[in-house]
């Protein structure tokens, strides 16, 4: 990020010329890997663009970019975060970032400012920073301004919380926490492999099932039947267990997905199972036409949320939003982590609160997160259809969050399977998509396929 930082500070300088002979950019690069020539041609670039502003604003008294190429011990650094006015860290990609930590312990005067990108590693702590995108040159510029131009009152006000966290939260207590949450982990390992459907369990799940003169399988699609992001048509060995399943007098089958109601009914026509696509908005019984789960639903909340969407995937590369025809979601799982991250935290803060108001939902996936109707779920599907008949046998299996309205229903008897996720009301949890496949196999004695 060290050049986007130069051609901010080059920009500002252009753009408020009164700061000049008024501020002075001490740039510290460290030397790193400086034998691999991509590093090599950076640094190029560095001192080039130095050199340039250097050229371009300065004069005989007054240096803008003083360019340090070397490490500095612990006692020069001190002392430089001592004089500094205003810490400018934006790396496009970071870890722990401990620099904007040390600056703000170092400034005994408890003033100091802190700008920071939001991919840095301090930036979900220091709230109290100015948050900047540290592709933009031009947000990175007035940041500077408006750091140089606040009030002595404010930055002591915006310095004094992050100084009390840093005082409490020393590094004592940080590996208290992270011991703390490793046994954590280490416990919820514990407890998902006691939850895994093992061999009793399927034992359990196939003697209920044949012995049942009613069945109700309830099956998500995507992430659960096929892989996620492999929506799309069954493959020949899914549709063979489907159709037999499907097949067999005693069995109601229920596809219960998020997908529209086009390719759900492509899919599946030839197959004899109810579909409720888009997460319940549509029904189709086997044999019957598609009709909607609620009538005359209000689409008006689409209007203030697309806005919010829009923004986000513009400032998210590699994320995009789609729209159904009730429901809005945003997806994120070709993005940088770190980045994805901060935008959920900022996505859900500002849904937070909507929901109500709006008459909408939002839930966060796997790598979504979905806003759809108050009025429609999978639960409210599932529930009309528990009504209608007394079922000896109930196998619910999903994916996603939305499945966990379903689980939340089902009666006391029934079996619930989640896959992939621990967090989970379900009985018992399944790794991939494939064991729900052999699962599924297994109740209707179809031998293994050589691909699973």
Same mark, same amino acid.
């Given at each position: ?51 340039? !502003? ?48 040390? *600056? ?26 100015? !948050? ?6 031009? @947000? ?28 409490? *939260? ?58 996620? @992001? ?46 409720? #696509? ?53 997806? *994120? ?37 979905? !806003? ?6 999978? #639960? ?10 007394? *079922? ?33 009301? #379900? ?26």
């Amino acid at each position: 990020g060290i050049p986007s930082r130069l051609k901010a500070f080059r920009m500002f300088l252009s753009r408020y010329p009164r700061w000049k002979e008024h501020i002075t950019l001490i740039l510290i690069a460290a030397p790193s890997r400086t034998q691999v020539h991509t590093y090599r041609e950076l640094r190029q670039e560095i001192e080039q663009m130095v050199g340039l !502003i250097n050229g371009e604003h300065g004069g005989v008294g007054w240096t803008p970019v003083q360019y340090f190429f070397r490490s500095f011990g612990y006692f020069e650094l001190t002392a430089l975060y001592h004089l500094a006015d205003i810490l400018l860290v934006t790396p496009f990609r970071d870890g722990m970032n401990l620099v904007a930590k040390e *600056y703000m312990a170092a400034r005994r005067d408890r003033a100091g400012l802190v700008i920071l990108s939001e991919t840095t590693g301090a930036a979900s702590e220091f709230n109290e920073a100015l !948050i900047v995108n540290s592709n933009d040159v031009d @947000g990175i510029a007035e940041a500077l301004h408006r750091a140089l131009s606040m009030p002595e009152s404010e930055r002591a006000e915006r310095a004094q919380p992050i100084r009390r966290r840093l005082e409490r *939260y020393d590094v004592g207590r940080w590996a208290q926490e992270y011991l703390h949450q490793l046994m954590h982990v280490c416990t919820m390992r514990d407890k998902r492999w006691a939850k895994k459907l093992g061999e009793s369990g399927r034992e359990s799940i196939y003697a209920a099932y044949h012995a049942a003169r009613f069945r109700l399988l309830i099956l998500d699609y995507g992430g659960t039947l096929v892989r996620l @992001g492999d929506a799309t048509a069954p493959d020949g060995e899914l549709y063979r267990i489907l159709a037999e399943l499907a097949g067999d007098g005693r069995n109601d089958i229920m596809i219960v997905d998020g997908g529209d109601r086009g390719s759900m009914a492509a899919w599946f026509d030839k197959i004899n199972v109810d579909i409720a #696509a888009e997460h319940g908005a549509w029904v189709r019984e086997k044999g019957k036409r598609w009709i909607p789960l609620v009538a005359n639903l209000a689409d008006e909340w689409k209007e203030t949320i697309k806005p919010i969407l829009e923004l986000q995937t513009d400032r998210t590369p590699a994320s995009y939003f789609t729209e159904s025809r009730h429901a809005l979601a945003w997806h *994120y799982e070709r993005c940088v982590p770190e980045l994805a991250k901060v935008r959920v935290s900022e996505l859900e803060e500002e849904l937070q609160g909507m929901d109500e108001r709006l008459s909408m939902h939002h839930y966060e996936d796997t790598r979504t997160i979905e !806003i759809r109707e108050t009025a429609i779920s999978k #639960a409210r599907v599932v529930s009309h259809r528990l009504s209608r008949r007394h *079922y000896g046998f109930v196998l619910a299996i999903g994916n996603d969050s939305s499945d966990e309205d379903v689980f939340a229903i089902l009666p006391e008897d029934a079996y619930s399977v989640r896959v992939g996720d621990d967090h989970t009301a #379900a009985r018992f949890l399944l790794d991939s998509s494939q064991d729900v496949r052999r699962l599924l196999r297994g109740l209707v004695s179809m031998p293994c396929s050589s691909e699973l």
